[in-house]
């Protein structure tokens, strides 16, 4: 069972910063995407950010500049920084693994896994 525990949501003025962190845990081998997708309420889940175990990332473009994803491969973590933040920032931030492997045999992967979110709310 592998599990992703976030943190670092919070309220925060317009302009101003926050960092997310996510950790998983459980029976990992390697991971071999990870990243970052929200929810607005009434809107659908979309993609922020991720990261490959490589080091290859992909950016919404509405967070392009502002947003930084990086990633620690011997933690199994992967984290967000987010500067200039603007009201439409406003979500629930989830943590996504993607291709996770307990062991070197491609029957041990599981799909996904996702973290339970960290509310950001970003006032005017």
């Known amino acids: 069972q592998v599990q992703l525990v976030e943190s670092g949501g919070g309220l925060v003025q317009a302009g101003g910063s926050l960092r997310l962190s996510c950790t998983a845990s459980?029976?990992?081998?390697?991971?071999?995407?990870m990243g970052w997708y929200r929810q607005a309420p009434g809107k659908q889940r979309e993609l922020v950010a991720t990261?490959?175990?490589?080091?290859?990332?992909n950016y919404a473009d509405s967070v392009k500049g502002r947003f930084t994803i990086s990633r620690d491969n011997a933690k199994n973590a992967v984290y967000l920084q987010m500067n200039s933040l603007k009201p439409e920032d406003t979500a629930v931030y989830y943590c996504?693994?993607?291709?996770?492997?307990?062991?070197?045999?491609?029957?041990?992967?599981?799909?996904?896994?996702w973290g339970q979110g960290t509310l950001v709310t970003v006032s005017s």
């Open positions: 990261i490959t175990g490589g080091s290859r990332t």
């Open positions: 459980g029976s990992i081998f390697t991971i071999n995407t």
């Open positions: 996504n693994a993607a291709d996770v492997f307990s062991s070197r045999s491609v029957l041990s992967r599981i799909l996904e896994v």
